[in-house]
């Protein structure tokens, strides 16, 4: 699918926030609709001109998906990166199931209740996924509290596959031969059921 169809519909699950102001959306360029999510969520959203071009696809996430998917790339301290030991989405859901909601908020700067609230009642709207080609981690860019509840849901034995908007970035040329190599192995044996370039 084309880049601009993503940033428009990422900008739309952005405008459904109560406190963001509304802006027309359709009549955005692709220029134009990624200046006004990077200007929204600069973090999130980095990496579409970072590892640009990327090739974007709509797929869906099982279960199993979910299992290795890290939350929003940053640095180790901050927010989500806080609330999980190792950066995934399943250990984030953990340390909410093991903790209380109002310590955990206060300890990572998390809305760990609009987790637990995703929990009852999810919103719609899709994941947006990041990752590079080769071996390199899926990262939730877009989503990160309905993706810990879709986790928590787990836990439960309740799940419903869940659409996702696929970035799959080049891969930067500082980046060691390995990671290369491994999404070659992993592109001839079939090593995932989500596209990795």
């Known amino acids: 699918m084309s880049q601009v169809e993503v940033l428009r519909e990422w900008l739309r699950v952005e405008r459904s926030h109560?406190?963001?102001d509304w802006f027309p959306i359709e009549s955005l360029s692709e220029r134009e609709a990624l200046d006004e999510l990077l200007d929204r969520k600069p973090g999130a959203a980095a990496f579409v001109w970072r590892d640009a071009p990327v090739r974007w696809y709509e797929t869906t996430l099982h279960r199993a998906d979910f299992e290795g998917l890290q939350l929003v790339e940053g640095p180790p301290s901050l927010r989500w990166r806080a609330l999980s030991p190792d950066g995934t989405v399943c250990a984030a859901a953990d340390r909410i199931a093991r903790g209380d909601p109002d310590e955990l908020a206060a300890e990572t700067d998390v809305d760990v209740r609009t987790v637990l609230e995703f929990v009852e009642e999810m919103p719609e709207g899709p994941l947006v996924v990041s990752t590079r080609e080769g071996c390199v981690p899926r990262y939730v860019a877009d989503g990160n509290?309905?993706?810990v509840a879709l986790s928590l849901r787990m836990r439960s034995g309740e799940f419903s596959p869940q659409?996702?908007?696929l970035g799959v970035g080049r891969n930067r040329v500082a980046k060691p031969l390995s990671e290369r190599v491994c999404g070659a192995v992993r592109g001839v044996f079939g090593g995932g059921?989500?596209?990795n370039g």
């Open 18 to 20: 109560p406190e963001v």
């Open 193 to 195: 059921s989500l596209p």
């Open 163 to 165: 659409c996702a908007y």
């Open 145 to 147: 509290h309905r993706a």
